[in-house]
């Protein structure tokens, strides 16, 4: 049974940073593309950044956190992370991990079929 579990979040004050996980088990995601989406209250589930599988890493951000975020994996751990830094109360939001059936990283939710359950990051004022 696959299984993502995120770990990392929490509440910090803006500017501060905070690093989330996303552990797989279940079977080996290495040539897998997989992404961190959110969702805020109210709001709909957006792209957040997204990493391909194989060899030749691709990764592609929103807007909103390109040159503030950096997604990540280690392979050998089965885990892709999430560094959050210079952090504004507009990323408060449910941090979800992804994971496709496909290596090419692409930013659409419908074509993950993995989800995690969510951490929540909290980024007070």
């Known amino acids: 049974q696959v299984q993502l579990v995120e770990s990392g979040g929490g509440l910090v004050q803006a500017g501060d940073s905070l690093r989330l996980s996303c552990a797989a088990s279940g079977r080996t995601f290495s040539s897998n593309a997989m992404a961190w989406f959110r969702q805020a209250p109210g709001k709909e589930r957006e792209f957040v950044a997204t990493i391909s599988g194989g060899s030749d890493i691709i990764t592609y951000y929103a807007g909103s956190v390109k040159g503030r975020f950096t997604i990540s994996r280690d392979n050998a751990k089965n885990t892709v992370y999430l560094q959050m830094n210079s952090l504004k109360p507009e990323d408060t939001a449910v941090y979800y991990c992804?994971?496709?059936?496909?290596?090419?990283?692409?930013?659409?939710?419908?074509?993950?079929?993995?989800w995690g359950q969510g951490t929540q990051v909290t980024v007070s004022s």
């Open positions: 992804a994971a496709r059936d496909s290596g090419w990283a692409i930013f659409e939710l419908e074509a993950y079929n993995y």
